[in-house]
């Protein structure tokens, strides 16, 4: 027996600039006829070279499949990327099946060309990945990219997803792994992890010549750990590629951070001469921005 859909709809999922529809059967049927099909059921255009990929096409018809035989994982199967502004059907998203006994799942996405490099997929994402913790069973959310810095690895990082390392797919080969845990729930009071920041910087930097005793006083200024905060965040989303979540990793190049052979000196040279320098970073981060990842670093032990 087949289903259009399960027992309880699930929702469209929708971020500043698009709209996300769970894929039904009905859906799946118009866009193996054509895409234009598609966007007619849809009431809206089809972009050109909708979904995005060769890849993404072809995994309509077992997706369809799939969900024929297991109708209760819409919500957790294929998305419709709709463009609001311009009512255009644009791509595909979603997960690759519900939450595992482990608390896990997978999530991908592929978009038009034309609308790509307009932080969209990035929207995308992140409007999975919400609807993904708003469901308390989920405690780790993965991706896959392909084994090289690209794209999908930058908006995965912007989302806060960690380099897990190179793993074998069966069927795609070696893939990179990333992976964002659930976040940490309750925060620990504000005065307390103010009083922790506080003392890390005052200890990491107070040995630190003149011009590091400037930067030490405004570490132990009050709000430094609002400053604190942003270090770590634009660490993670820069550097823990190479480097490690901790530093430690030093690969594609990199070095450890935190050899003991590399002082205070070193690695606030490396760091901002990597991020202000190489190609790759280079006006990505304002001033204040690598400061603040270079105050962070500093804590790695």
């Known amino acids: 027996m087949t289903s259009d859909a399960p027992a309880s709809p699930t929702p469209q999922l929708e971020s500043a600039r698009l709209l996300l529809i769970p894929c039904t059967d009905a859906h799946f049927e118009a866009a193996l006829h054509h895409h234009h099909t598609l966007a ?52 595909l998203g979603g997960f690759k099946g519900a939450p595992t006994a482990a608390g896990v799942v997978e999530i991908g996405y592929s978009l038009a060309p034309a609308f790509r490099g307009q932080g969209l997929a990035t929207e995308a994402a992140q409007a999975l990945v919400d609807f993904a913790f708003r469901h ?6 993965q991706a896959h990219t392909l084994p090289e810095h690209n794209a999908s690895g930058r908006i995965l990082q912007k989302l806060g997803l960690l380099h897990r390392g190179a793993v074998i797919d069966p069927d795609d080969g070696e893939v990179w792994r990333w992976e964002l845990p659930r976040p940490a729930s309750p925060a620990p009071p504000a005065s307390l992890l103010s009083a ?85 970073f280079k006006d990505q981060l304002t001033p204040e921005q690598i400061e603040q990842v270079v105050a962070y670093s500093l804590t790695l032990k």
């Open 40 to 91: 007619a059921l849809l009431g809206v255009a089809a972009a050109a070279d909708w979904p995005g990929s060769p890849e993404a096409t072809e995994v309509l018809a077992p997706s369809r499949a799939y969900l024929r035989a297991n109708p209760a994982a819409q919500g957790w199967w294929m998305y419709l990327l709709i463009h609001k502004a311009s009512q255009q059907l644009i791509g």
């Open 136 to 141: 308390p069973e989920v405690q780790l959310v």
């Open 196 to 280: 922790a920041l506080l003392l890390t910087a005052a200890t990491v930097l107070g040995s630190c010549g003149s011009a590091d005793n400037a930067e030490n006083d405004r570490a132990a200024a009050p709000g430094a750990a609002a400053t604190e905060l942003p270090g770590k965040a634009l660490f993670l989303e820069n550097c823990a590629l190479c480097h490690g979540a901790n530093g430690k990793l030093g690969v594609n190049g990199a070095h450890d951070l935190t050899k003991s052979n590399l002082n205070q000196m070193g690695r606030t040279y490396m760091v901002t001469n990597g991020l202000g320098k190489m190609p790759a």
